[in-house]
């Protein structure tokens, strides 16, 4: 299985923008679709955003869509998930995931559901304050 450590979280203002990223090890990176999820103080775990194994298929949550990018690079063995216009309501811990699960139909639904993936990271915290 493929582990995951991420970093990058730290404490920002509303309105910044802010990077974290995941290192991957173990198993063959490339064929493993990534995925970061959060999950904020008192609530469900959230599904972030996607991208399949070669990184060309992205899937964004709504809450974030147009202000979170994902970026997978194989030859790194890293995801990045690049964070703009902050808001106070983005405030979570930050996880990172792999699965071979393709983000595509049900295959979607299941990364969007954050069930029965592979591999997950240990967490990064981010703290957007006004």
């Known amino acids: 299985q493929v582990q995951l450590v991420e970093s990058g979280g730290r404490l920002v203002q509303a309105g910044d923008s802010l990077r974290l990223s995941c290192a991957a090890s173990g198993r063959t990176f490339s064929n493993y679709a990534v995925g970061w999820f959060r999950r904020a103080p008192g609530k469900e775990r959230e599904f972030v955003a996607v991208?399949?194994?070669?990184?060309?298929?992205?899937y964004y949550s709504d809450s974030v869509k147009g202000r979170f990018t994902i970026s997978k690079d194989n030859a790194k063995n890293t995801v990045s998930l690049q964070m703009n216009s902050l808001k106070l309501e983005d405030t979570a811990v930050y996880y990172c995931?792999?699965?071979?699960?393709?983000?595509?139909?049900?295959?979607?639904?299941?990364?969007?559901?954050?069930?029965?993936?592979?591999?997950w990271g240990q967490g990064t915290l981010v703290t957007v304050s006004s």
């Open positions: 991208a399949s194994w070669s990184g060309t298929i992205t």
């Open positions: 995931a792999a699965d071979r699960t393709h983000p595509v139909g049900t295959g979607r639904d299941s990364w969007t559901r954050g069930s029965a993936l592979g591999a």
